[in-house]
Nanobody
């Protein structure tokens, strides 16, 4: 089984930048579709960004132009570069990996707090 471990969260001021990382431990994930989700307190988990095994990306409207997702298959790692951060970006961010119809993994999350 694959374990996904997120890192890079922390406290940042509005307008600042932060980069999240997610490393897959146990298996090479080059063929996985990967995603970043977030779940603000009291709200449902929502898709922030995704990148397919082929490298295509898609972003939520709320982060488009500010966030960039990328992957480094040699390192079994995906990234979420976040810039122009807003207080409403504050959330726990989760890494997700999927392959086919029967494989779906989640990380435990990393907290991003945007506040002055």
């Amino acid at each position: 089984q694959v374990q996904l471990v997120e890192s890079g969260g922390g406290l940042v001021q509005p307008g600042g930048s932060l980069r999240l990382s997610c490393v897959a431990i146990g298996r090479i994930f080059s063929m996985y579709d990967m995603g970043w989700y977030r779940q603000p307190p009291g709200k449902e988990r929502e898709l922030v960004a995704e990148i397919t095994s082929g490298g295509s990306t898609n972003y939520a409207d709320s982060v488009k132009g500010r966030f960039t997702m990328s992957r480094d298959n040699a390192k079994n790692t995906v990234y979420l570069q976040m810039s122009s951060l807003k207080p409403e970006d504050t959330s726990v961010y989760y890494c997700n990996g999927r392959r086919g119809s029967s494989i779906n993994y989640w990380g435990k999350g990393t907290l991003v707090t945007v506040s002055s």
